[in-house]
Each structure stands twice: as C-alpha cells, then as structure tokens.
C-alpha cells in the first residue's frame, strides 16, 4: 500500500501563490493517475487537477494551478498562482492503479481577502 505524504499548504492572500507537493513512498511509474482533489468546508470533495498521459484542471483552476511530476523523486506538485479566497480547502493527494485508489492526509490551504 502506497503512502502519500502531502505538503506545502499554508495561509496565503489574495492572489499569493503556493506549491503543494505529494511524496510517494513507491514509484510513481506504477501509477495509471496521480491527483489533487479538494475539499472546502460544507462542501463535497472536487477534482482539481490530474496528470497522466493527459493532464486536465478543473474550469475553476486553469490557467492559475499547474500539475506536474518528478519520477526521479516519486512527487506531484501543484503550483497553484492567483489564489483567490474561494480556493481555500483541504488538497489531497490521489495515487490510482490497478487494485488501489490511495490518499494523502491533506494539507490545508487558507487564501484570505
């Protein structure tokens, strides 16, 4: 079972930026698709961006979060820019292969007005 470890999140203003990273504790090769999802209070868990032969954003994201990958260091990033107070949220990190969907802890995310 892979372990995620997520870091980077923080309290940043309006229009700051951030760069979350997601350890693995194994390759990342082994991986069909790797993931940041979110969650804001009251709300349900929503896909923000994902990365595998393709790479898609969520419609509320583009152009200000970039995902990417480091096989050499098992890690995704997210870099997200422009940050605006509706993207506060705990991010979690998504691991997906055959036989496993895993998750990180989350690390939250705090954008302020």
């Known amino acids: 079972q892979v372990q995620l470890v997520e870091s980077g999140g923080g309290v940043v203003q309006t229009g700051g930026s951030l760069r979350l990273s997601c350890a693995a504790s194994v390759t990342i090769f082994s991986f069909n698709t790797m993931g940041w999802y979110r969650q804001a209070p009251g709300k349900q868990r929503e896909l923000v961006a994902s990365i595998s032969s393709s790479i898609n954003y969520a419609d509320s994201v583009k152009g200000r979060f970039t995902i990417s990958r480091d096989y050499a260091k098992s890690t995704v990033y997210l870099l997200m820019n422009s940050l605006k107070p509706e993207d506060t949220a705990v991010y979690y990190c998504?691991?997906?292969?055959?036989?496993?969907?895993?998750w990180g802890q989350g690390t939250l995310v705090t954008v302020s007005s």
């Open positions: 998504n691991a997906r292969r055959v036989l496993e969907d895993a």
